[in-house]
């Protein structure tokens, strides 16, 4: 028999452990071939003519899914060859060369690699048209042009030829093994024991300890601390972690063992025994498994979270569907056609008169930067414009109930620091001083200013008549802004491109929701179709990598269960063994990710999405949304749980 008949008879008797490596590596495979086609559709191309992100985040998430396929490929290959020992020894028994087992081995390997070739790249053709209508629907959420079904051979061509490199260097490493051992050692392997791994309390301590402080510098409320730290949050994490897995989980492992009434529980024995004698070869996978779990759930939970909150972010910056301020009469009536002839019902129609102010104040400096001096302007109105203003926009804000000689501050941008600055600070307005006793974060009332105040009616009315509060007019502005909301505002694309056209004038701001609404889509949704790819792939081969460690150690642990049956275990008992025995290695890993991610999620709050969700405790909203991914993310492990509990149930009865 020749050894490409011989590496097809293995193949073919290896089957069952080869279908989930196939399934796993032709996902990848998919992953690679449809972001590179993506980046060549000219449809696509097209729709992101104008944004130069696109190509730059779609390569950038390439590098990332090819460094983490080789690592994947290489650790399954490594589980493979050390599964075979046996096998490669019997070859060598028989007077077959390092050389010729050597090369049947890197046959093999070049022959799965080419069906996973052709099974992923063949998926990704199949199904590049539907990815890239999934890409515009997210990011462009009126997208109506046609997308045609192409076949880009520069993309199978790197996509071939990528990983083509990489199945000849899974093949050539097998040479390692062959050369790496004695012919007895091959022989012996599933015999050889793994030498027990006691831990450390000093490793345990350590690594909560870093762990503990990388959490805790995540959960600083400073944006400028938590940028800085961002490094620093990594390593200590990251750190942490393998730390965790390499001395601390064997010794907590092994204080289990000394503690007899949990030790010698029901089955628990069996289970300890049996993880605790794997930790040597699993921990760094459990540990990599972990911050990768962290990475892609975080990747997900962001993505989900900015693309669920578009629509909020939009209104929490517009208020509106439709805001202009300083434009002619001819305007309105311009605007009144457009919506007519696009058969649109306007909801509202509003007319707010815009005034200003410029009350002495002593400096406040935030974060050692200017924040506010008396060269800053205010925009001013009453408690009832404002409450008025509020009522009407489509916003979460609250009505003002303000107190005499007090006063609420509105301000666009959520600066760490600025509230305690402006709290209590007192206002000279000459006849009369006010304090500020409310700090808001909102761009809906300020029209073009930064710094805004909410004055009781008495108040206000007092200063306008003292002069002390002017309309804009009078300081070269637009004096009134008109406001709107009419129905469909966020998905019609065609009364947006004719409002977009129409002739200005004199107008000094013109802005519309669908705009924003559209660039925040493009970017928001851009991110969250490659969180969700980027996840996807992560989530598949971490699974898949313990699924093979498993069935490999199932391989090597069968002959024990035997020894079992005979001295009496039952059926029931066994399953129970099984599933104990599995389910720290695949569930420990998902936790300590899960945790990572939700720490990580808090920085994310602090730099990113408290200001984007405009509510009082933005990050318990964040946690809302991640907590929807975190559940599917650990769904999709339990599908793998349960496949690989089930292999590991007929390989030990076999």
């Given at each position: 028999?020749?050894l490409?008949?011989?590496a097809?008879r293995?193949i073919?008797?290896?089957?069952?452990?080869?279908?989930?490596?196939?399934?796993?590596l032709?996902?990848?495979?998919?992953?690679?071939?449809?972001?590179?086609?993506?980046?060549?559709?000219?449809?696509?191309k097209?729709?992101?003519?104008?944004?130069?992100?696109?190509?730059?985040?779609?390569?950038?998430?390439?590098?990332?899914?090819?460094?983490?396929?080789?690592?994947?490929?290489?650790?399954?290959?490594?589980?493979?060859?050390?599964?075979r020992?046996?096998?490669?020894?019997?070859?060598?028994?028989?007077?077959?060369?390092?050389?010729r087992?050597?090369?049947?081995?890197?046959l093999?390997?070049?022959?799965?690699?080419?069906?996973?070739?052709?099974?992923?790249?063949?998926?990704g053709?199949?199904?590049?048209k539907?990815?890239?209508?999934?890409?515009?629907?997210l990011?462009?959420s009126?997208?109506?042009?046609?997308?045609?079904?192409?076949?880009?051979p520069?993309?199978?061509?790197v996509?071939?030829?990528?990983?083509?490199?990489?199945?000849?260097?899974?093949?050539?490493?097998?040479?390692?093994?062959i050369?790496?051992?004695?012919?007895?050692?091959?022989?012996?392997?599933?015999?050889?024991?793994?030498?027990?791994?006691?831990?450390?309390?000093?490793?345990?301590?350590l690594?909560l300890?870093?762990?503990i402080?990388?959490?805790?510098?995540?959960?600083?409320?400073s944006?400028?601390?938590?940028?800085?730290?961002?490094?620093?949050?990594?390593?200590?994490?990251?750190?942490?972690?393998?730390?965790?897995?390499?001395?601390g989980?064997?010794?907590?492992?092994?204080m289990?063992?000394?503690?007899?009434r949990?030790?010698?529980q029901?089955?628990?024995?069996?289970?300890?025994?049996?993880?605790?004698?794997?930790?040597?070869?699993?921990?760094?996978?459990?540990a990599?498994?972990?911050?990768?779990?962290?990475?892609?759930?975080?990747?997900?939970?962001?993505?989900?979270?900015?693309y669920?909150?578009?629509?909020?972010?939009?209104?929490?910056?517009?208020?509106?569907?439709?805001v202009?301020?300083?434009?002619?009469?001819?305007l309105?009536?311009?605007?009144?056609?457009?919506?007519?002839?696009?058969?649109?019902?306007?909801?509202?129609?509003?007319?707010?008169?815009?005034?200003?102010?410029?009350?002495?104040?002593?400096?406040?400096?935030?974060?050692?930067?200017?924040?506010?001096?008396d060269?800053?302007?205010?925009?001013?109105?009453?408690?009832?414009?404002?409450?008025?203003?509020?009522?009407?926009?489509?916003?979460?804000?609250?009505?003002?109930v303000?107190?005499s000689g007090?006063?609420?501050?509105?301000?666009?941008?959520?600066?760490?620091?600025?509230?305690?600055?402006?709290?209590?600070?007192?206002?000279?307005?000459?006849?009369?001083?006010?304090?500020?006793?409310?700090?808001?974060?909102?761009?809906?009332?300020g029209?073009?200013?930064d710094?805004?105040?909410?004055?009781t009616?008495?108040?206000?009315?007092?200063?306008?008549?003292?002069?002390?509060?002017?309309?804009?007019?009078?300081?070269?502005?637009?004096?009134?802004?008109?406001?709107?909301n009419?129905?469909?505002?966020?998905?019609n694309?065609?009364?947006n491109?004719?409002?977009?056209?129409?002739?200005?004038?004199?107008?000094?701001?013109?802005?519309?929701?669908?705009?924003?609404?559209?660039?925040?889509?493009?970017?928001?949704g851009?991110?969250?179709f490659?969180?969700?790819?980027?996840?996807?792939?992560?989530?598949?081969?971490?699974?898949s990598?313990?699924?093979?460690?498993q069935?490999?150690?199932?391989?090597?642990e069968r002959?024990?269960?035997?020894?079992?049956?005979?001295?009496g275990?039952e059926d029931k008992?066994?399953?129970?063994?099984?599933?104990?025995?599995?389910?720290?290695?695949?569930f420990i890993?998902?936790?300590?990710?899960?945790?990572?991610?939700?720490?990580?999620?808090?920085?994310?709050?602090?730099?990113?999405?408290?200001?984007?969700?405009?509510?009082?405790?933005s990050?318990?909203?964040?946690l809302?949304?991640?907590a929807?991914?975190?559940l599917?993310y650990?769904?999709?492990?339990?599908?793998?749980?349960?496949?690989?509990?089930?292999?590991?149930?007929?390989?030990?009865?076999?």
């Amino acid at each position: 028999m020749n050894l490409f008949a011989l590496a097809l008879r293995n193949i073919r008797l290896n089957r069952k452990k080869y279908i989930m490596y196939v399934f796993s590596l032709g996902f990848s495979v998919f992953t690679v071939y449809t972001f590179l086609a993506l980046m060549q559709n000219e449809s696509v191309k097209l729709a992101f003519q104008y944004d130069t992100r696109y190509q730059m985040m779609l390569t950038s998430f390439g590098i990332i899914i090819l460094v983490f396929v080789l690592f994947f490929l290489i650790s399954s290959n490594n589980s493979f060859i050390r599964a075979r020992k046996k096998e490669l020894s019997t070859y060598a028994l028989f007077g077959m060369t390092n050389l010729r087992i050597g090369t049947l081995l890197f046959l093999e390997t070049l022959m799965v690699g080419m069906v996973t070739l052709a099974v992923g790249m063949g998926a990704g053709i199949f199904f590049s048209k539907l990815m890239a209508m999934f890409l515009l629907d997210l990011s462009l959420s009126n997208y109506v042009g046609d997308i045609s079904f192409t076949i880009d051979p520069m993309a199978m061509y790197v996509t071939a030829l990528l990983f083509v490199v990489i199945f000849c260097m899974m093949g050539l490493s097998a040479l390692r093994v062959i050369y790496q051992f004695e012919l007895v050692d091959l022989f012996k392997a599933d015999k050889i024991s793994e030498g027990k791994q006691k831990g450390s309390v000093l490793i345990l301590v350590l690594s909560l300890v870093l762990m503990i402080a990388g959490y805790i510098l995540a959960s600083i409320k400073s944006t400028y601390i938590v940028v800085l730290g961002a490094i620093p949050i990594l390593i200590l994490v990251i750190t942490g972690t393998y730390l965790f897995f390499w001395g601390g989980l064997p010794k907590v492992l092994s204080m289990i063992k000394r503690n007899k009434r949990i030790y010698y529980q029901s089955t628990n024995l069996i289970s300890v025994s049996a993880v605790s004698h794997r930790m040597k070869s699993i921990a760094s996978v459990m540990a990599t498994i972990a911050v990768l779990s962290a990475v892609a759930s975080t990747a997900i939970a962001t993505g989900f979270t900015l693309y669920s909150n578009a629509e909020r972010n939009t209104y929490s910056n517009m208020g509106f569907d439709l805001v202009y301020y300083g434009g002619e009469v001819s305007l309105k009536d311009n605007i009144h056609d457009v919506l007519q002839l696009n058969q649109v019902v306007i909801e509202l129609e509003d007319t707010i008169g815009l005034y200003e102010a410029h009350p002495k104040t002593e400096t406040v400096i935030v974060e050692a930067r200017e924040h506010l001096t008396d060269e800053d302007t205010f925009r001013v109105y009453s408690e009832t414009t404002y409450n008025r203003l509020i009522a009407e926009s489509k916003t979460d804000l609250e009505a003002a109930v303000i107190p005499s000689g007090k006063a609420y501050y509105i301000f666009p941008f959520s600066q760490e620091g600025i509230e305690s600055a402006m709290l209590d600070l007192r206002l000279d307005f000459q006849k009369v001083d006010i304090q500020i006793v409310k700090v808001i974060r909102s761009s809906v009332p300020g029209f073009g200013l930064d710094h805004t105040l909410i004055l009781t009616d008495e108040d206000y009315e007092s200063l306008i008549q003292s002069g002390l509060i002017l309309s804009s007019e009078e300081n070269g502005r637009a004096g009134t802004a008109v406001v709107m909301n009419y129905e469909h505002a966020l998905d019609n694309r065609e009364l947006n491109n004719a409002l977009e056209n129409i002739p200005k004038g004199t107008v000094v701001g013109f802005r519309t929701a669908y705009k924003l609404y559209n660039e925040s889509m493009e970017t928001f949704g851009l991110i969250c179709f490659i969180g969700f790819f980027m996840s996807g792939v992560f989530i598949l081969m971490t699974a898949s990598l313990l699924y093979f460690k498993q069935v490999m150690a199932a391989e090597e642990e069968r002959h024990q269960y035997k020894m079992l049956k005979r001295i009496g275990m039952e059926d029931k008992t066994e399953r129970q063994v099984i599933q104990k025995r599995l389910i720290p290695i695949f569930f420990i890993p998902l936790a300590m990710g899960i945790i990572h991610s939700i720490f990580a999620m808090k920085t994310a709050d602090t730099v990113v999405f408290s200001n984007i969700i405009s509510v009082e405790n933005s990050y318990l909203s964040v946690l809302g949304f991640s907590a929807v991914m975190y559940l599917a993310y650990g769904a999709v492990y339990g599908v793998f749980y349960l496949i690989t509990k089930a292999q590991y149930g007929r390989i030990i009865r076999s």
